[in-house]
């Protein structure tokens, strides 16, 4: 396990820190992936500490469901572990000047800490939940064969634009090793036209949630096999449509961190079309595709896939008794 440290901002170098913690669990949510950690740590002020073996996370958020602490990461999950990390993080809220609360605990990581609280009455989590934050996570082989009357509408839009398109379509799978400027290129102009698109539908000039994600796009490029990435480009008569781009967070699931297309291919069902692809192209037997964050249009687009799991998180305030 990695030395101690005091609280300090995250960094892309902490990247080996974040791993050596994350190796023990087999959680599925998006917050559990260190390279998502880091792509939006800016974005979400994270910090992090290690006290005693113990990785220690905070958010410092405007938004109140993702301002507090992430699930504290240990080696073995014993009581006195929970109750060491709970008191812990009673103390640095001070520190943080904020209340004591867990933020984006999903439903397993939320048990055990509801386990721990059965034997040890020293301790009350109020716990709240924001649909908005839920994973969608989907069965790999799923995605690929779109099997079945509720996925006949996404068989429909790809036979649609391969119809359109077939003779014209190519497809560029990129894996760590393969990567290079060009790929970068290709990844971004479909980001730059995509955004263009975006900005039309909407009356202000830029939003500050898309300058973040513009950023960790750029962080991500900049890093793609530091971070071991995999990503797809959807191409028509050599212009770059669509791409998807994530990594594995543990052997069973994988993150889908981006998904873009360009405006007037997405009408003809490119989303479709790569989200099949790419499915096809991972290994892990479960896509995490994460939140919608309560956006209505996001919302339909990712039940219409019927996720095999929609992952609940939770926020909690801690109070010792």
Avoid at 234 to 255: E, Q
Wanted: aromatic share 14%; with cysteine.
């Amino acid at each position: 396990m990695t030395n101690d440290f005091l609280w300090k901002k995250l960094e892309i170098s902490d990247l080996s820190i974040l791993k050596s913690f994350y190796e023990n669990y087999e959680f599925s949510s998006c917050d559990f992936n260190p390279v998502n950690t880091i792509l939006f740590a800016k974005k979400y002020s994270t910090s992090i500490c290690s006290k005693n073996g113990i990785l220690y996370r905070f958010l410092n958020s405007k938004d109140k469901t993702r301002n507090g602490f992430l699930f504290p990461v240990f080696e073995n999950l014993k009581n006195d572990r929970i109750k060491e990390s709970l008191e812990e993080i009673i103390e640095n809220a001070r520190l943080f000047k904020t209340e004591p609360s867990l933020v984006l605990i999903d439903e397993n990581q939320k048990k055990i800490f509801d386990d721990f609280l059965h034997t040890n009455s020293s301790f009350k989590i109020f716990w709240e939940s924001d649909d908005g934050n839920s994973d969608y996570i989907y069965k790999r082989e799923k995605l690929v064969s779109l099997s079945g009357k509720k996925l006949q509408k996404k068989k429909n839009h790809i036979n649609q634009f391969l119809r359109k398109y077939e003779n014209d379509c190519d497809f560029s799978f990129i894996e760590s090793d393969s990567f290079n400027s060009e790929c970068k290129k290709k990844i971004q102009q479909v980001y730059s036209e995509w955004k263009e698109n975006h900005l039309a539908s909407f009356s202000e000039n830029i939003t500050e949630d898309l300058l973040i994600e513009e950023n960790a796009l750029n962080i991500a490029l900049e890093n793609f096999k530091l971070f071991d990435f995999k990503a797809l480009v959807l191409s028509v008569k050599n212009k770059s449509v669509a791409f998807s781009l994530g990594n594995k967070i543990n052997s069973s699931f994988f993150d889908v961190i981006f998904e873009k297309s360009v405006q007037d291919f997405a009408k003809d069902g490119s989303y479709a079309v790569i989200n099949k692809k790419f499915a096809d192209s991972v290994k892990e037997p479960f896509l995490n595709r994460e939140e919608d964050l309560n956006i209505p249009g996001l919302r339909k687009a990712k039940l219409s896939y019927q996720p095999e799991i929609i992952l609940k998180k939770y926020s909690g305030r801690i109070i010792k008794i």
